[in-house]
Structure formats: structure tokens, C-alpha cells
């Protein structure tokens, strides 16, 4: 089972903001480049993209504690 309340699970828009991204930063990688995320790293729920710290550090290149 998913815990959605996992500070590790974000919506797109939110992890975008946190990683400083264009808005739309993790919709456009993921038409482009679905494989570049690990597998179960990101899920659409209608039209909503949610997306795990380890999906965003592996596309990024950064990891999350490095920016707090």
C-alpha cells in the first residue's frame, strides 16, 4: 500500500517548485523521457502527476537534502 502522506510523495507541480523547475518541468520530462524514471518513481491519477524524492533525484541529478 502507498502512504500518500510520505513527505517523499509530491505532485508534480510541488516537486518542480522544490527542485526550482519550470512549472511544468516534470510533465515535459515524463512525455519525453518516461524512462529516465525508476520504475513505481511516478504514477498519473487522471490528470495529476505524482512523483517520489527518488524519481526527482534520479532525473535531476540532485539529490534532495543537497536543497534545504
Known amino acids: 500500500m ?5 513527505s517523499d510523495i509530491m505532485s508534480a507541480q510541488e516537486a518542480s ?4 523547475k519550470a512549472e511544468n518541468y516534470v510533465r ?3 512525455a519525453k523521457y518516461p524512462d529516465k ?3 513505481g518513481s ?8 505524482v512523483v517520489t524524492r527518488e524519481g526527482m533525484e ?7 537534502k543537497d536543497l534545504l
Open 58 to 64: 534520479v532525473v535531476t541529478g540532485v539529490q534532495k
Open 42 to 49: 511516478i504514477k498519473k491519477f487522471g490528470t495529476q502527476l
Open 17 to 20: 517548485a522544490l527542485w526550482k
Open 37 to 39: 524514471f525508476p520504475d
Open 28 to 30: 515535459q520530462m515524463y
Open 2 to 6: 502507498i502512504n500518500l502522506n510520505d
